[in-house]
C-alpha cells in the first residue's frame, strides 16, 4: 500500500463512519461516493486507490470494481 500523505487530512470524509466507504458486497457505494463528490482531494485519492490494486472499498468516488476495471482497461491500451 502506497504512504500516508497529507492530502488525506483535507478529505471530505474525514470524520465520517469509514464502514460507509466498505459497502456489502453488490452494493455501489452511493452513500460514499456522494461524500467523495463534493471532495477536494477525490483525484489525489483516486490515484492512492490506483496504486495498489488490491485495495478495497470506496476511494476517489470510485469502487473497488470499478478501478479494477481501469486497471484491464489500461491493461488493452498499454
Same mark, same amino acid.
Given at each position: 500500500?502506497?504512504?500516508?500523505? $497529507?492530502?488525506?487530512? /483535507?478529505?471530505?470524509? !474525514?470524520?465520517? /463512519?469509514?464502514?460507509?466507504?466498505?459497502?456489502?458486497?453488490?452494493?455501489?457505494?452511493? $452513500?460514499?461516493?456522494? !461524500?467523495?463528490?463534493?471532495?477536494?482531494?477525490?483525484?489525489?485519492?483516486? $490515484?492512492?486507490?490506483?496504486? /495498489?490494486?488490491?485495495?478495497?472499498?470506496?476511494?476517489?468516488?470510485?469502487? /473497488?470494481?470499478?478501478?479494477?476495471?481501469?486497471?484491464?482497461?489500461?491493461?488493452?491500451?498499454?
Amino acid at each position: 500500500m502506497p504512504p500516508r500523505s $497529507d492530502w488525506q487530512t /483535507d478529505a471530505a470524509c !474525514v470524520g465520517t /463512519d469509514p464502514e460507509l466507504f466498505f459497502p456489502p458486497s453488490g452494493s455501489k457505494g452511493l $452513500d460514499a461516493k456522494a !461524500v467523495c463528490q463534493g471532495c477536494p482531494v477525490s483525484a489525489e485519492c483516486l $490515484d492512492y486507490a490506483l496504486a /495498489d490494486p488490491h485495495l478495497v472499498g470506496v476511494w476517489g468516488g470510485t469502487s /473497488d470494481l470499478q478501478r479494477k476495471q481501469h486497471h484491464q482497461l489500461r491493461k488493452v491500451l498499454a
